[in-house]
Structure formats: structure tokens, C-alpha cells
């Protein structure tokens, strides 16, 4: 019984922790404003820009480049292009 009250304790505790999962969703400290960052990809062609997700602290974007659909993960403080892919979903 202690230990069901203890593993309670834990669940409830790691619950009421003040790292959450929202906290995951902000931008590092020092990121650029998203719309600073969306400017300057439009400006080397990726345009239009579909959809933006924050995953691992770096920028996930959907996009299009030459009429092609591309998927780029951005860096939120530089705004430096670290990949990309064809989007083939």
C-alpha cells in the first residue's frame, strides 16, 4: 500500500512540475521573431509558407520552392536554413 501511495506521490509530483510540455514549445532564448524569420526564408524563394511547427527548439516549415512543396528545419536564432527536404506527404 506505501508503495502505491509513493508511486501517486511521484505521478503526481512529475504532473505539477514547472518544466511542461509547453514550456517545449518555446523558442530558445534569443530566437528571432517568428515573422523575422518567415520574411527572410519568403525572400530566398520559399514562398508560399504553409505550416510552422516548433520541434527539438528548431522551426519546421512547410513551404514551397519553385512551385515544389519542401520541408526546412530552421534555426530560431539565426534563422539559418539547417535542412531540406522534398515534402512528400
Known sequence: M??????????????????????????????????????KLEQQGYTPIVEVSLENGQWEIEAFKEGEPVKLKVDPNTSDILSEQPDES
Do not use: F, N, Q, Y
Request: charged share 15%; hydrophobic share 55%; proline share 11%.
Open 2 to 39: 506505501k508503495s502505491a501511495i509513493a508511486l501517486a506521490l511521484l505521478i503526481a509530483g512529475a504532473a505539477l512540475s514547472p518544466i511542461t510540455i509547453a514550456d517545449e514549445k518555446r523558442p530558445p532564448p534569443g530566437a528571432m521573431a517568428l515573422s523575422t524569420v518567415l520574411t
